[in-house]
């Protein structure tokens, strides 16, 4: 049997593959933090499969979209279709009927950008790559929320209109989720990336808002 396979590991072994000094492992063991099996001789014994159980998990990867199937310029062309369908409920609003054409063509152009950021977000694993995008969807939240500022929407009419297209992206999300039957784990890492990278973006657009000249007080 090889050195590796062994059940039972000693203190210098076990306090290795956990990276904490010697002392600190006889301490847990004595506070019974872990399980020990002490030698007639007095020496600690730790079963592999104890110490092995305290490293720290490795965080799922996350199901790409393209990897399920779905090319994120058809979830986004979807997601375009969401809310263009649900305009009219958006123009019910007092505040977008105070909005000109070229204010709100503006603001669906940054609305198309913003989508297909935040997918290519949730498209990639390479770190730099996610971190760029996420910054770059947080650049337009503060876009946006000087816009709405400057166009006197208050910092509660932005965050409807915001909240509008966000109800309309995780409705996408689960539709995806849905259509290629994704198990829990699968769903929950979706939901978790979007829901981190959309709060990210209001929060960017409600301090924009806040420190714009003159912004809408409604």
């Given amino acids: 049997m090889k050195a590796d396979d062994r059940a ?24 019974g933090k872990i399980e020990v ?15 092995e159980h305290m490293l720290p998990r490795p965080r799922a990867r996350h199901s790409l979209l393209t990897a ?14 969401r809310v263009r369908s649900g305009i009219g409920s958006l123009s019910e609003q007092e505040w977008h009927a105070r909005l000109d054409d070229r204010s709100l063509a503006w603001f669906r152009e940054r609305g198309r950008r913003m989508g297909d950021l935040l997918l290519g977000y949730l498209d990639t694993q390479r770190r ?23 166009r006197g929407l208050s910092i509660a009419e932005a965050t409807q209109a915001f909240l509008f297209f966000r109800g309309r992206f995780m409705s996408e999300i689960a539709t995806v989720a849905k259509r290629r039957s994704l198990d829990a784990s699968q769903v929950a890492a979706l939901f978790e990336e979007a829901d981190r990278a959309l709060d990210g973006v209001i929060v960017a657009l409600v301090e924009a808002h806040r420190a714009a000249p003159g912004r809408g007080r409604r």
Avoid: C, M, N
């Fill in 8 to 31: 039972w590991l000693t203190l210098g072994e076990a306090s290795r593959i956990l990276g904490v000094d010697p002392d600190t492992l006889r301490r847990w063991a004595d506070a």
């Fill in 128 to 150: 730099g790559g996610r971190e760029q995008l996420i910054g770059q969807a947080e650049a337009l939240g503060t876009e946006y929320g000087i816009e709405a500022a400057k």
């Fill in 37 to 51: 099996f002490t030698t007639p001789g007095g020496h600690r014994r730790f079963p592999r499969v104890a110490i």
């Fill in 68 to 81: 399920l199937g779905e090319p994120p310029d058809r979830v986004a062309a979807e997601l375009r279709r």
